[in-house]
């Protein structure tokens, strides 16, 4: 069984950043990819990065890139996402995921999913 919970959202203006921290339990999560999905309202979810087992690999949605930063803590079972330079269209839930799935995009590769943190920037 693993478990995540996310943490770390919030309110923030355009322009700032804040750190998103995902917390696993589960002997397994340390061989298993860990990714970051958002949903903002009225549409679906979307993959924003993800990075494998080892922390070797990581991936970014194009909208993101050079702005948001994955790593992960297998010591602490934990996984991060450092986001900069924050927009509007940042706006939305963030979920964390884990699962066999390398750098896969699409969500149903991966098994295990948090509650969400919401985050959200004003302009």
């Known amino acids: 069984q693993v478990l995540l919970v996310e943490s770390g959202g919030g309110l923030v203006q355009a322009g700032g950043s804040l750190r998103l921290s995902c917390a696993g339990s589960g002997r397994t999560i340390r061989s298993l990819s860990m990714a970051w999905f958002r949903q903002a309202p009225g549409k679906e979810r979307e993959f924003v990065a993800a990075i494998t087992w080892s922390g070797g690999g990581t991936s970014y949605t194009d909208s993101v890139k050079g702005r948001f930063t994955i790593s992960r803590d297998n010591a602490k079972k934990t996984l991060y996402l450092q986001m900069s330079s924050l927009k509007p269209e940042d706006t939305a839930v963030y979920y964390c995921?884990?699962?066999?799935?390398?750098?896969?995009?699409?969500?149903?590769?991966?098994?295990?999913w948090g509650q969400g943190t919401q985050v959200t920037v004003s302009s």
């Open positions: 995921a884990a699962g066999d799935a390398g750098l896969e995009t699409v969500r149903a590769l991966y098994d295990y």
